[in-house]
């Protein structure tokens, strides 16, 4: 049974950066598509980023593109999501996930909240 720890969430001015990390343990996640989600207050949970099992293909969501960047460490079993030229709109709690193929994700998180201050 994986099971995943995100780190690294907080508070953090707009325009600013964030790393967030999420750490696997109780098996390997290096056959795994690894996801990240977010929901904010009273929204629905949204995709926001995905990376392949090798790190080769990467897709995001429209709203991110271009200022979130997903990595993987087979090696350390965790995957990160760099966040930049953060915005008030992207302040939710983030979540990762493990799935065999993208977008069936068996194994979540807990969250790690993010909030971008205007």
């Known amino acids: 049974q994986v099971q995943l720890v995100e780190s690294g969430g907080g508070l953090v001015q707009a325009g600013g950066s964030l790393r967030l990390s999420c750490a696997a343990s109780?098996?390997?996640?290096?056959?795994?598509?690894m996801g990240w989600f977010r929901q904010a207050p009273g929204k629905e949970r949204e995709f926001v980023a995905r990376?392949?099992?090798?790190?080769?293909?990467?897709s995001y969501a429209d709203s991110v593109k271009g200022r979130f960047s997903g990595s993987r460490d087979n090696a350390k079993n965790t995957v990160y999501l760099q966040m930049n030229s953060l915005k008030p709109q992207d302040t939710a709690v983030y979540y990762c996930?493990?799935?065999?193929?993208?977008?069936?994700?068996?194994?979540w998180g807990q969250g790690t909240q993010v909030t971008v201050s205007s």
């Open positions: 109780g098996g390997t996640i290096r056959s795994y598509d």
């Open positions: 990376i392949n099992w090798s790190g080769s293909i990467k």
């Open positions: 996930a493990a799935g065999r193929n993208h977008p069936d994700y068996n194994y």
